[in-house]
């Protein structure tokens, strides 16, 4: 399994839109398309695949994932929401993630909300979690050679189950939490 620190590295693991990387004027959506494709292209599986499209920007403001556009500009609220729903969307459904964001979102259109500081204890936490994930892969490839099968192909199959596995039981606490959070809605069965 020697090839598991280069497929680390192809990922685009550390690819995120920084603070510092959002633009301090409104954008129309071909700029905002053309921002994520720039940054986020490693972390595509093929060149085929789009990061972010009109018709994706159209649904998630449709399904009120983001506060409403105003002539037609994005704010760079609306990118820190699209960096979020860009990266929840790989685990869960768009009902769980306009959940998750609807806090955020009543927030910023009600509050003075400090979604900065919320952004960036978000990039820190990914920080951490890349650490994390490329010392735990590479623990599993070391736990599927101990298996003693002998032939790469298995090894390879067994990697890849393992890998699935725990990201399934990742998806599904975070689904519990987002369950959570339906029922601590006021008129879901509390008083």
């Known amino acids: 399994m020697e090839n598991v620190d280069n497929i680390l590295e192809l990922l685009g693991l550390e690819n995120k839109l920084t603070l510092e990387e959002i633009p301090k004027i409104d954008l129309y959506m071909d700029q905002v398309i ?42 760079k609220e609306h990118l820190i929401l699209m960096s979020l729903i860009y990266q929840l969307k790989g685990a869960l459904s768009i ?20 979604l900065d500081s ?7 936490l990914t920080t951490r979690n890349v650490q ?10 070391e736990q599927v050679i101990d298996q003693e099968t002998g032939v790469e192909d298995l090894e390879k199959i067994l990697l890849i ?6 990201s399934n039981l990742y998806r599904r606490v975070a689904e519990k ?14 008083k």
């Open 132 to 141: 994390d994930f490329k010392v735990d892969v590479g623990k599993r490839a």
């Open 34 to 75: 053309q921002l994520f494709e720039n940054k986020f292209s490693e972390t595509k599986r093929n060149e085929d695949e789009k990061v972010l499209t009109k018709t994706m920007i159209n649904n998630y403001a449709k399904g009120k994932l983001l506060f409403p556009i105003k002539n037609k500009k994005y704010s």
């Open 95 to 114: 009902n769980d993630i306009k959940t998750t964001l609807g806090k955020i979102n009543e927030k910023i259109m009600k509050e003075d909300f400090q």
């Open 161 to 166: 189950a393992s890998l699935a596995n725990m």
């Open 177 to 190: 939490l987002v369950d959570e959070m339906v029922e601590a809605k006021p008129g879901k069965g509390h």
């Open 118 to 124: 919320f952004y960036e204890s978000y990039l820190n």
